[in-house]
């Protein structure tokens, strides 16, 4: 008998107008396009306008989700939104895409683990898809990290953009799907990289902070430990593996993680240099420009995974 599966019907991207280079940004910030590039590989990032919000992203991405998934918005019945940049405190933003999406009644809330949030995201849905508890899912990570950069530290502001993916999700009998997930969180490292306020502390937004070194020194080791753990679950082989979308923060992170899994290059989808890190919108904008550009085919067997602020991390193998 085959098993009830949360399978991708669809997927949307949304990016800002505005878009600045590293040459750009070196006009204001003491910094310059080898710097960043060389370290990062880094190149453009999309920064919000006033008038777009994470909400709003969220809602242009999840609509081209449900176009390309040839899906009315009314078929919905649970919205779950990544993000560590809420329009508002509360409520929560997916309430907001709900409205903006034209929709009522259905469940919707968001999911905060930063950089990892949509791999959280997904394997919520996933579990209510499967239980039986939502048969139709919009799972989006939308960001405007640009309103939380401290543009005076050049270590920080220089390595971010905004942004917006979403996925619908839907039940289907079948081998698609998504077949595992894995999730870690390991408090010990809250203050590696983190937000210097909130309303519980300070009663302010805050500012983000990070001890890069020592984030990207634990990403390389808990990424492949993730992935080489979700294949396991999933009783597949990193051979077997035609598509790796991990999470866009650093083309080195990227290199070393898939390096240490004998992953060839060819394999990997890498936007980072277009969008910089657009922490919980970043895997599921990378896994649009796959799809969209060809790369990504039905029967696919594809790897997401993402590392951030918590620490939190974890990845997904779905046949696609
Ligand atoms: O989603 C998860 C979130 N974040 C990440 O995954 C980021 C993880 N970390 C990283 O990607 C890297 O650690 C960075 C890109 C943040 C930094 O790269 P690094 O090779 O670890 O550089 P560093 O921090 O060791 O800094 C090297 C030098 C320093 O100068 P000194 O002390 O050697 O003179 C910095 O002051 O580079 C300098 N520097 C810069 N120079 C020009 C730092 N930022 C900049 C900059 N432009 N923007």
């Not at 396991?232 to 240490?260: E, F």
Request: overall charge negative; charged content about 25%; proline content about 2%.
């Amino acid at each position: 008998m085959s098993a009830r599966r949360a399978i991708i019907a669809g997927t949307g991207s949304a990016l800002p107008r505005t878009r600045v280079s590293n040459a750009e940004l070196s006009d204001r910030v003491d910094t310059s396009d080898e710097w960043i590039t060389d370290r990062t590989g880094i190149k453009f990032r999309h920064i919000a306008q006033p008038d777009e919000t994470t909400a709003t992203l969220g809602a242009a991405a999840a609509a081209k989700a449900l176009e390309a998934a040839g899906m009315d918005a009314g078929e919905i019945d649970l919205i779950i939104l990544a993000t560590a940049t809420p329009d508002n405190t509360f409520p929560a933003s997916a309430t907001k895409i709900q409205r903006l999406l034209g929709i009522r009644g259905c469940a919707a809330f968001d999911v905060a683990a930063v950089c990892s949030g949509f791999l959280y995201a997904l394997s919520v849905a996933e579990s209510m898809i499967r239980a039986g508890s939502a048969s139709k899912a919009l799972v989006i990570g939308s960001e405007t990290f640009s309103r939380i950069l401290d543009w005076e530290d050049r270590t920080t502001c220089v390595l971010f953009g905004d942004g917006a993916g979403a996925l619908v999700l839907k039940a289907e009998d079948g081998d698609r799907g998504i077949l595992a997930t894995k999730l870690h969180a390991d408090g010990e490292y809250d203050d590696m990289l983190f937000v210097d306020g909130g309303p519980s502390t300070t009663g302010t937004v805050g500012k983000l902070r990070m001890k890069g070194r020592e984030v990207f020194r634990h990403a390389v080791v808990n990424l492949a430990e993730v992935m080489t753990e979700t294949l396991n679950l999933a009783g597949v082989h990193a051979d077997d593996v035609d598509w790796v979308v991990p999470h866009q923060a650093n083309a080195r992170i990227i290199d070393a993680t898939v390096r240490k899994l004998g992953l060839p290059a060819e394999k990997v989808v890498v936007t980072v240099d277009q969008h910089a890190n657009t922490s919980a919108a970043s895997v599921p904008l990378a896994l649009d420009v796959a799809v969209k550009d060809g790369r990504i085919k039905h029967g696919d067997l594809i790897v997401l995974e993402a590392m951030g602020g918590g620490f939190t991390w974890g990845a997904a193998v779905i046949r696609f």
